[in-house]
């Protein structure tokens, strides 16, 4: 078994207009700036994809990564807790005009919504966001005398990862803190795709230390010095 | 001639369905056997439900490590790129349908996909384990058992009257006899021992089975 | 900062009459055998703690660990997956003799109902047990035409817990598949005791490779050559 | 003589009710300044929604590490026992109740806890992170904030009017002119700044206080 994709243009080509495209990282951290990229590349020489979902924390920073592609008008809507950071301009000029549509979710319910895709769960209650205009409509149910909010899943078709090792079957480990949501958007995307600094051999990773079991990768690929969005943003870096 | 299939053969059977690469759980006891029989060239990746992905072999007696066990607490070692997890991760991979297949033995099967092999009704102790998750989690599910019960009442039946341990879920069932699919709430004979006549295997089978054109030879090494 | 508990009697001298206990392990892997049997010698000393609610995957083999804790009388309830093992003669007799209440739940929905009263979410939907006698009375609900079975969080007073490594600040790592119900039960207890077979300064884990984070942690206590519940029935082994 | 407390002095405030070892979490922008206040001899453990425990003081500048941030995307660095962790754990731990306290800022603070804190309403985009996940979790929220707006507008107020983050959740605010804690419905004062006439705090506060026997002055070292 081996999932490794030669190239990231291999990597993201079967991602189609319409598709619902989790994102890994929380800001920069984690980001997968060069399948994020490679699939603005995409775009730009080809048209597709468009009309994207993507799910996110955020709504990306300057004119790199996610930022970038909502740049492109790429996505139709936006799932995500926190579309603002040092610089929101480019998904807060199309929001604002109508351009984009966003959902907004509560970070763990975010999360959490990832995850249970993942793990099979269709809805779940959580006391998060009872009472605030972000569970309007949603169905509340009481347990135990505290009211919460019932919650569905979030599935996607693909996911676009950032990890830091992976061996040939997939198995993933992550670098400090950009782990984050990585690891949720494996388990709820139809096929995950993962970029890592190293691709080894099978066994060469700790059984103990895989944080991502190979199950929930379709397909890997090597970036060896990955580009950090912040660093990107320090410089004033724009993509295409 | 072969009246019968061995439990070695129904799992040979099994095993020859199994691609290069898929996730697979077996079933404890008997399903277990299916991982000897992998055609040259293909290796499956096997989930056990505490928490282990991609384990190999028994170790050898006196080896064994107690906290390196599968399902049925039996010993195992670790193939190249296996992975620990909890029992919560456990079973997202089950749940989330994230493994290819799952095998598993049988009380009964109906035509409609249902399956009880959980128990045997009243009396005695009840345990479920991780049946009723596997059966409503993995792509397929498969079943592998003897075509009639000990006392010869059919296994494969029109409704189970066992209690369920899940509602149509079963897609195909290697017996000792036949492989038999389960489409649109109906037996579907896919392949028989050739010893075996239409209307002998239907009188051994608790529910009118469908035979389509081709019904291929039921063929298997002897071990 | 420092949970470590100078003896296993101290270890276990909080938990109290009508208790809920998780105890982590499937079937003798990760059971923590030396916090079992200190709360039995309690037990037969004090004839306290008793009337407890266990949670486990199992319930217990031979006469040691948890089969031993049964068959002092000490529980009134046993939630579990799977009551049946090499041995399974004292559970078997005082369920059969109506000695003992047992409340069966599939194994994936134990996990899940544990990882769901850590997390804070106090039910959740899954397809398991659908249209058996384990759905029975439970509120199903249909998600995109499929229906669920509705089920709520399981909580406890206590966990014991079997680690491998811990720190001062309760970070735990495991041993291979030792891990199995341990991370979840320290997430859902008001008070998780963890045995472990070293304790080290906070630092000496790495911190990526932390299993159950220190704040679910409560006590630890150091049991440097823990006993195997599968070498001691082998051995004929009783407790007390 | 004081007239308000400085943000500095309102976060020395908090701090000095946070117990060693407590489990904590700031929330973004002015709470975070509450770390740098802690009592000699105490050392909380604080939680970042991003999947840390017991991250340290930031780096010196050039040497972070854009891979270890807090939830303000501030680069951070670790204290000794640390852990990382995904997501949905982070919030398993906020929503499971494991945080001993949670500390944020707010728009408006009501007499029955309801808190503000997310959006000023229609305009602008909406944005509200870990703050509605953050209120229903911790064993004990408080709030640090101005006692008035900047137009002089009273925070703590008898409903709140701009879109609520949680429902009674808050149980103590500390302003820059008193203590005040939320039970059964009502503000109770704890401490003012002692330049301050109760009539005078009143005034500035959108609903009346009860005023408990003991009234504490509110001193804090000056910065």
Redesign the interface.
């Known amino acids: 078994m081996d999932k490794t994709v030669p190239s990231l243009v291999a990597a993201v080509s079967g991602i189609g207009d319409g598709a619902t495209v989790m994102i890994g990282g929380f800001g920069g951290s984690g980001a997968p700036i060069e399948l994020i990229h490679a699939l603005i590349d995409r775009f730009v020489a080809t048209g597709h994809p468009k009309d994207l979902t993507i799910v996110n924390n955020n709504a990306g920073n300057g004119h790199v990564g996610l930022a970038a592609l909502i740049e492109q008008r790429m996505a139709r809507k936006l799932i995500c807790s926190f579309p603002r950071s040092a610089d929101p301009r480019v998904f807060t000029d199309l929001y604002l005009s109508g351009e984009i549509e966003l959902e907004l979710v509560p970070q763990g319910t975010l999360a959490e919504r990832i995850r249970a895709g993942g793990a099979g769960i269709p809805a779940f209650y959580t006391p998060t966001a009872y009472g605030t205009d972000l569970a309007a409509g949603k169905p509340i149910e009481v347990f135990d005398g505290r009211p919460y909010v019932q919650e569905r899943w979030l599935r996607a078709d693909f996911a676009i990862v950032k990890a830091h090792r992976g061996d040939r079957h997939g198995n993933l480990t992550y670098n400090k803190a950009a782990r984050n949501f990585n690891p949720l958007m494996c388990t709820a995307a139809a096929t995950t795709i993962a970029q890592v600094s190293e691709i080894v051999a099978p066994g060469e990773i700790d059984p103990e230390a895989v944080v991502t079991p190979g199950i929930f990768v379709q397909a890997l690929v090597a970036v060896a010095d990955p580009q950090q969005e912040e660093v990107l943003n320090r410089a004033g870096a724009r993509h295409p | 001639m072969t009246t019968k299939l061995s439990n070695a053969q129904i799992a040979w059977r099994a095993a020859q369905d199994i691609d ?2 898929a ?1 697979v759980n077996l079933g404890i006891g008997f399903p277990e056997m299916v991982a000897q029989y992998q055609p040259p060239g293909r ?1 499956a ?1 096997f ?8 384990f190999g072999e028994p170790p050898i007696a006196g080896e ?6 599968n399902a049925g ?1 039996k010993a195992v070692t ?22 290819d297949v799952a095998i598993l033995g049988a009380y009964q099967v109906a035509e409609n996909g ?1 399956l009880a092999n959980w ?1 045997i009704g009243a009396g005695g ?9 596997l059966v ?2 993995a792509k397929r599910v498969a079943v592998i058992t003897e075509h009639v019960t000990k006392t010869g009442a059919p296994k494969l039946v029109k409704r189970c009257t066992l ?5 149509a879920c079963v897609t195909r069932v290697y017996t000792s006899l036949a492989v038999i699919d389960i489409e649109n709430g109906r037996f579907v004979l896919r392949e028989k021992l050739p010893s075996l006549s239409l209307e002998e295997l239907q009188a051994l089978t608790g529910a009118e089975f469908l035979v389509p054109d081709t019904v291929a030879d039921l063929v298997v090494p002897e071990f």
């Not at chain 2, 909890?86 to 749940?95: L, Q, T």
């Not at chain 2, 102790?125 to 998750?133: E, L, N, Y």
């Not at chain 2, 209690?163 to 509602?167: D, I, M, N, Q, S």
């Open positions: 290069d690469g996730y290796q990746v989930h056990t439900e505490n928490g282990i992905l991609n064994e490590d107690w906290d390196l066990i607490k670790l193939n190249p790129g296996a992975a620990f997890f909890h029992h919560a991760d456990s079973f997202a991979m089950v749940r989330g349908g994230h493994l249902d128990s102790v009840p345990a479920v384990g991780g049946a009723m998750d409503h989690g209690p369920l341990t899940g509602v």
